[in-house]
């Protein structure tokens, strides 16, 4: 079993499989070279962006992403005003400082390569990383995928043989599950809510207190960056000129009358869910929920319902634990990336997640939370991936304040019925899975299709 601390993950923007997963595999990378004796003969180092990785890379931030790791910088720990200072200064000088003290010619101009002819056989997002010594025999030569939300598997791992699944990894759990349905038999046979069932096996992982300190800690990181998006202004990086809306929504919201959930519900959630992702798209700090373009829905959610009470650091937790299970769920039996699955997989399982979180707060059963959580990804089937330009910003910010609302009503849908909804949540996982399969690649992270291409031809 995976943790939901797995699914959420503290880094930056602006995309988890672009820009977080890569930070870790360069990372790994020199971690490697160090750990086999062989980093004081290095002299040289390439890096290979393949297939998604190359298409929308440089949008994507995805050189700077590479030229981070190979500082051995950790997403989850690195400053993003520091980080930017190093990469400047790595793409002025050409040179790439080792940790052994040593310097060696890096020009990330030229040894980042961009491999656009290059398709992967095993996952979209390939990075191929080589190390030469003086005279140019490789040290190293290791290929990595970043499979979404800030995960990454070598080819061994992706090639494993289906038989191998059956194996233990990690730290046996108490309520083990594969699936929703296995899930829901654990909570109806113990009485446990859905969140108290994925407590338990976090329990097994760590202790209760340090499980609740880096839920906190993942709680804050989300409010910061609403805090910060809803105050900074002016252009985001790229090249298409958006402009920051989300201080201007929230200063009107600010300076109105006191707020009308029926008039002004949707403003209040779509002004949270676009701060994060403004913040994204410039690259600050983040939490993968499970992905940076889906990185807004959750803590809008979070932020309009499950604060400023007297209980609200339970209530924040409770989601979490319930969102992340959910995430765990189509992790394990699909994808969350838009590499795979299309944007069905970042803003579709962001919203599915979300709307069992809050449904589990607003006090449902684990049916009903699993029926919200059904409702929220139906709604999203065939969400295609086409960012305008590479970058993380058209369509996917509205796209993130879109699905908040999403969210918050199929929570409130699934709190109408007991009874499990005609369509299973199981059933809805592998329909995504499905449909992103058959989905064309031009319409999974590469910029070859949809409004990626219609709306600079207009």
Same mark, same amino acid.
């Given at each position: 079993m995976l943790s939901v601390l797995d699914i959420f993950r503290v880094g930056i923007g602006p995309s988890s499989s672009h820009t977080v997963g890569p930070i870790r595999i360069g990372n790994r990378f020199m971690a490697h070279l160090a750990n086999s004796g062989k980093l004081s003969r290095v002299d040289r180092i390439v890096a290979e962006l393949q297939g998604s990785l190359a298409l929308t890379g440089a949008g994507h931030a995805t050189p700077k992403a590479v030229v981070l790791g190979l500082l051995n910088m950790e997403p989850e720990t690195l400053d993003p005003e520091e980080a930017d200072r190093l990469v400047a200064q790595a793409y002025e000088e050409k040179t790439l400082p080792l940790t052994d003290g040593r310097f060696i010619?890096?020009?990330? $101009?030229?040894?980042?390569?961009? +491999?656009?002819?290059?398709?992967?056989?095993? *996952? @979209?997002?390939?990075?191929? !990383?080589? =190390?030469?010594?003086? &005279?140019? $025999?490789?040290?190293?030569?290791?290929? #990595?995928?970043?499979?979404? %939300?800030?995960? !990454?598997? &070598?080819?061994? /791992?992706?090639?494993?043989?289906?038989e191998d699944d059956i194996l233990p990894v990690g730290d046996p759990v108490p309520f083990e599950f594969g699936s929703a349905a296995q899930l829901l038999? *654990?909570? *109806?046979?113990?009485?446990?809510?859905?969140?108290?069932?994925?407590? =338990?096996?976090?329990?097994?992982?760590?202790?209760?207190?340090?499980?609740?300190?880096?839920?906190?800690?993942?709680?804050?990181?989300?409010?910061?960056?609403?805090?910060?998006?809803?105050?900074?202004?002016?252009?985001?990086?790229?090249?298409?000129?958006v402009r920051r809306r989300a201080?201007? !929504? #929230? /200063?009107?919201?600010?300076?109105? @009358?006191?707020?009308?959930?029926?008039?002004?519900?949707?403003?209040?959630?779509?002004?949270?869910?676009?701060?994060?992702?403004? $913040?994204?798209?410039?690259?600050? /700090?983040?939490?993968?929920?499970?992905?940076?373009?889906?990185a807004g829905i959750i803590p809008a959610v979070i932020r309009h319902y499950c604060t400023d009470t007297e209980d609200s650091v339970e209530r924040v937790r409770k989601f979490l634990l319930t969102a992340g299970g959910i %995430?765990?769920?189509?992790?394990?039996? +699909?994808? !969350?990336?838009?590499?795979?699955?299309?944007? /069905?997989?970042?803003?579709?399982?962001?919203?599915?997640?979300?709307?069992?979180?809050?449904?589990a707060v607003w006090g449902g059963t684990a049916q009903q939370v699993a029926n919200a959580a059904e409702i929220g990804m139906e709604h999203n089937l065939g969400l295609t991936c086409d960012p305008v330009g590479g970058l993380v910003q058209i369509p996917c910010i509205e796209r993130n304040a879109i699905g908040a609302v999403k969210a918050a009503n199929a929570a409130r849908l699934a709190l109408h019925?007991?009874?499990? &909804?005609?369509v299973s949540l199981d059933q809805v996982i592998e329909t995504m899975r499905q449909t992103g399969l058959d989905m064309s690649s031009k319409y999974k992270e590469t910029s070859q299709g949809g409004l990626a291409v219609n709306v600079i031809e207009c």
């Open positions: 010619k890096f020009d990330p $101009e030229t040894d980042i390569r961009f +491999a656009y002819d290059v398709m992967p056989d095993l *996952h @979209p997002n390939g990075l191929r !990383i080589c =190390a030469y010594d003086k &005279t140019q $025999e490789i040290l190293a030569d290791e290929t #990595w995928y970043s499979t979404g %939300g800030g995960f !990454i598997a &070598t080819r061994k /791992q992706l090639e494993r043989p289906v038999d *654990h909570c *109806h046979g113990n009485r446990l809510s859905i969140d108290a069932v994925i407590l =338990a096996n976090e329990d097994a992982k760590r202790s209760r207190a340090a499980t609740e300190a880096s839920l906190d800690r993942i709680a804050s990181v989300m409010m910061a960056c609403v805090d910060r998006g809803l105050t900074r202004k002016g252009e985001l990086p790229g090249g298409l000129k201080p201007d !929504i #929230w /200063q009107k919201l600010q300076d109105g @009358p006191p707020s009308n959930e029926r008039e002004q519900l949707f403003d209040w959630l779509n002004v949270y869910a676009m701060a994060v992702n403004e $913040e994204n798209a410039a690259g600050g /700090q983040v939490v993968t929920a499970p992905t940076n373009g889906a %995430g765990l769920l189509y992790k394990q039996r +699909a994808s !969350i990336s838009g590499a795979e699955m299309g944007c /069905q997989g970042e803003v579709g399982v962001a919203c599915s997640m979300a709307a069992g979180g809050l449904a019925s007991l009874e499990q &909804t005609k």
